[in-house]
């Protein structure tokens, strides 16, 4: 089954300490990102990467790293989480021009 | 001023209803655009792309007037499972740059 796995799907942790969400995708797709979703504000990208080891920000980077090492994987990497990052984070993959396939969403709260 | 905007709502519509979504975009050089639908807590799914000539699928159909840079979404005989936020996206470069609406939420009332 084509799918995108994002994990954890529920991540509770304090402010300072550092946490990855993985996405893996299946599908072959080229392109690769991240999201968050805000009441409000919608979904707004953090981080893409139309290739292995080619990543570019996107609206709203700032306190976020991402790796892509393999084409299948592209986790997002909290360095030092701060309230403000507690979002709904979906990660998202696509064929080069084409629709997004999304993954099931991961919700994090930072205390 | 918001990249892509919408109606906020709710709309809330009884069964069989026809409903319009409206959603504007700032940016003149947007490629390609759709609309996405998302359930309570889940994950934006496509419910269609727009094209420039208009597309219909079964009881949806959507709009594009580039002059305008306008994008519409119109649903006829609305039922209860349409129930749901619709997302209005627009893709500004060669694939890489979605920019996502707000969302408009929708409930079908029976």
């Known amino acids: 089954e084509a799918q995108v796995t994002q994990n954890p799907r529920y991540l509770i942790t304090v402010t300072g300490k550092k946490l990855t969400v993985t996405c893996s995708q299946n599908m072959n797709h080229e392109y690769m990102s991240w999201y968050r979703q805000d009441p409000g504000l919608g979904l707004r990208q953090i981080y893409y990467?139309?290739?292995?080891?080619?990543?570019d920000k996107g609206d709203v980077p700032e306190g976020y790293k991402v790796s892509r090492k393999e084409k299948r994987n592209f986790p997002l990497i909290l360095e030092s989480p701060s309230p403000n990052q507690t979002s709904l984070y979906f990660c998202?993959?696509?064929?080069?021009?084409?629709?997004?396939?999304f993954g099931e969403g991961s919700r994090l709260t930072v205390l | 001023r918001k990249e892509v905007e919408q109606d906020p709502g709710p709309f809330n519509v009884p069964e069989g209803a026809t409903v319009a979504f409206n959603c504007t975009y700032s940016n003149s050089a947007s490629q390609s655009f759709f609309w996405y639908r998302q359930d309570c807590r889940k994950e934006p799914k496509l419910l269609m792309s727009v094209y420039s000539s208009g597309n219909e699928d079964g009881r949806f159909t959507a709009q594009l007037n580039r002059a305008s840079q306008y994008i519409s979404l119109l649903i006829r005989d609305s039922k209860l499972s349409d129930s749901a936020t619709y997302l209005c996206?627009?893709?500004?470069?060669?694939?890489?740059?979605?920019?996502f609406g707000p969302g408009t939420r929708l409930s079908v009332l029976p």
């Open positions: 990467s139309m290739n292995v080891e080619v990543t």
């Open positions: 998202a993959s696509s064929p080069h021009i084409g629709e997004l396939f």
């Open positions: 996206v627009v893709n500004n470069d060669n694939g890489q740059n979605f920019v």
